[in-house]
Nanobody
Framework: QVQLVESGGGLVQAGGSLRLSCAAS????????MGWYRQAPGKLRELVAA???????NYADAVKGRFTISADNDKRTVYLQMNSLKPEDTATYYC?????????????????WGQGTLVTVSK
């Protein structure tokens, strides 16, 4: 079974920085893409940033120029460096992995979510 372990959330003042990490483990054969989503209270979950196995990246307009996504494929870990944080960045951040691997003995495409890590940005 594939699992994701997130770390790096916390409380920071506006203008500060945080770095989120997400490590994937389990019966993964290959990773297609990894990404970060966030969900603020009362709002829908939204894509923050994603990175493909070929290092292509995609960012939400709200975080362009402030956040940087990167990945270490050997460690199956994805990072999100968040700079110039704003109060509106406050949310629970979820790691997402699109991979190919084994689930209950069956080889198939897998989509796995992390448990979420809370980021709070104070004014």
């Amino acid at each position: 079974q594939v699992q994701l372990v997130e770390s790096g959330g916390g409380l920071v003042q506006a203008g500060g920085s945080l770095r989120l990490s997400c490590a994937a483990s389990g019966r993964i054969f290959s990773i297609n893409a990894m990404g970060w989503y966030r969900q603020a209270p009362g709002k829908l979950r939204e894509l923050v940033a994603a990175i493909t196995s070929s290092a292509g990246t995609n960012y939400a307009d709200a975080v362009k120029g402030r956040f940087t996504i990167s990945a270490d494929n050997d460690k199956r870990t994805v990072y999100l460096q968040m700079n110039s944080l704003k109060p509106e960045d406050t949310a629970t951040y979820y790691c997402h992995v699109d991979a190919n691997g084994y689930d209950r003995g069956t080889y198939r495409r897998l989509e796995v979510w992390g448990q979420g890590t809370l980021v709070t940005v104070s004014k």
